[in-house]
């Protein structure tokens, strides 16, 4: 089965950018949906954003517009570039398959936001 590595994650302040990677250890060709999830403490994990294997995306309204999803199949690679990070966008970043992420979760990648 396949199985996701996140990395890209830290400590930034309000109004910067991160950039997320996520490595899978098989082929992502065949999945028509990848995305990005977060979960801060408290709250369920959430789907932020979703591209698919044609090149479609999709975010959360509370990212619309500061995120940017691509991915790169043949490499395995889903990308997450995060702009304008607010201190609300802090929690631990997985991907995995969109929406229902039906494959093993990873260990995330932390995000903090703040000064």
């Known amino acids: 089965q396949v199985q996701f590595v996140e990395s890209g994650g830290g400590l930034v302040q309000p109004g910067g950018s991160l950039r997320l990677s996520c490595a899978a250890s098989?082929?992502?060709?065949?999945?028509?949906?990848m995305g990005w999830f977060r979960q801060a403490p408290g709250n369920p994990r959430e789907l932020v954003a979703a591209v698919s294997k044609f090149g479609e995306s999709n975010y959360a309204d509370a990212v619309k517009g500061r995120f940017a999803i691509s991915r790169d199949s043949a490499k395995r690679m889903v990308f997450l570039q995060m702009n304008r990070l607010e201190p609300e966008d802090t929690a631990l970043y997985y991907c995995?398959?969109?929406?229902?992420?039906?494959?093993?979760w990873g260990q995330g990648t932390q995000v903090t936001v703040s000064s």
């Open positions: 098989g082929s992502i060709s065949s999945i028509v949906w």
């Open positions: 995995n398959t969109s929406p229902a992420g039906s494959r093993a």
